[in-house]
């Protein structure tokens, strides 16, 4: 009897989570930024700040990218 096959592991196996920014949570810029989610987001609200967490920089960063697309118009 051949002896079972060991679990792969590592960065590579890591189930995706199906947001281009893993688990981060829709709309937790606004929140923390404290603005209405209805809005379109300013410019000088996206832009990253010396103080801001390595967090709010990938949301910063994300939301600058987001601005670019244009689905569906």
Do not use: C, Y
């Amino acid at each position: 009897m051949a002896a079972p096959k060991k679990k792969k592991t590592g960065p590579r196996t890591k189930k995706k989570t199906g947001h281009p920014i893993g688990k981060v949570k829709q709309g937790a810029l606004r929140k923390s930024e404290g603005l209405s989610p209805n809005k379109d987001m300013p410019e000088k609200d996206k832009v990253i700040k010396p103080g801001d967490s390595a967090l709010t920089k990938k949301r910063k960063v994300f939301a600058q990218n987001a601005a670019k697309w244009h689905h569906g118009k």
